[in-house]
């Protein structure tokens, strides 16, 4: 029988576990049913909330004697394998860590290193950074168990535009799709996500949808304004996001967080588009 692990988070996510022995924030007044756990894990995804994660930790020390920090914004190393609803919601799996790109802004390379495969374990949620990165074989195996699956299908790591081949269109069109992810994080990213959609006929724009990085290096509202209508253009439906540091300290003005706003809700979008 393994541990029986209850996981502490600092803030609630649409990936955070919702068992039991999953938390969020400091502890209850009643301890847990069950509370005979063997250890705690305090799981910090983000850079901005390690201080928080820390001062969880000593909080829940006070019921438990085992009581652990850890997580992709704590460096103690690469991650190991996937554990399938452990520190995220059931549905998700990691089938591969790293990426073998370095964009400027993304910190995937630094926090998992290089790319790696893991075991595949089911989900119908896709949570890797680079599928398209790792060998067709590999590729060949997810497929196959994403087909096996009885909901739809969604990637919210992201595909990777540049990797997209038409072996890889036929596969996604032998699976229900509930979502796929791109991103146009810059203007090259813009370029290399043309033409990505007419490979995907078989997709509504509801389905392909488009990570789109905001105010990075210095960018101007005019300019990212310009990028997202030109990935709607294409035929997806964007996903802004404003570029965080790792203390998450950036103000942003009232028109860089309207235009975020509006470009990371569907209705906002279609109303504005006149869709």
């Not at 920090?69 to 089938?95: H, N, Q, R």
């Amino acid at each position: 029988m393994g541990k029986r692990i209850l996981r502490v988070f600092p803030r609630r996510t649409s990936m955070t576990p919702v068992d039991a022995l999953a938390f969020v924030g400091e502890p209850p007044l009643f301890r847990p049913e069950g509370a005979a756990v063997d250890e705690v894990h305090v799981s910090v995804t983000f850079t901005w909330d390690v201080e928080t994660g820390r001062r969880l930790r000593d909080a829940w020390a006070q019921y438990y004697p085992i009581v652990k920090i850890d997580g992709p914004a704590i460096d103690t190393g690469p991650p190991g394998e996937f554990t399938v609803g452990l520190y995220v919601k059931s549905g998700v799996t990691i089938t591969s860590r790293g990426c073998p790109h370095r964009c400027p802004w993304c910190v995937v390379p630094k926090r998992e290193g290089p790319l790696r495969e893991l075991e595949i374990k089911p989900g119908w949620i896709i949570q890797d950074n680079n599928l398209l990165a790792t060998s067709r074989s590999h590729q060949e195996k997810v497929f196959e168990m994403l087909r096996a699956q009885k909901r739809a299908v969604s990637f919210p790591g992201g595909l990777d535009s540049r990797l997209l081949t038409e072996w890889t269109v036929e596969q996604l069109r032998r699976v229900k799709i509930g979502q796929v992810f791109f991103s146009a994080d810059s203007e090259v990213g813009l370029e290399n996500l043309r033409g990505v959609a007419p490979q995907l006929p078989f997709l509504s724009r509801h389905e392909l949808r488009c990570y789109v990085l905001l105010a990075f290096g210095g960018e101007s509202c005019e300019t990212a304004l310009k990028r997202l209508e030109a990935v709607w253009d294409m035929g997806f439906m964007p996903f802004a996001q404003l570029y965080r540091d790792s203390r998450h300290k950036i103000a942003y003005s009232t028109e860089w967080r309207a235009l975020a706003r509006t470009w990371s809700r569907p209705a906002a979008m279609i109303a504005t588009r006149g869709e």
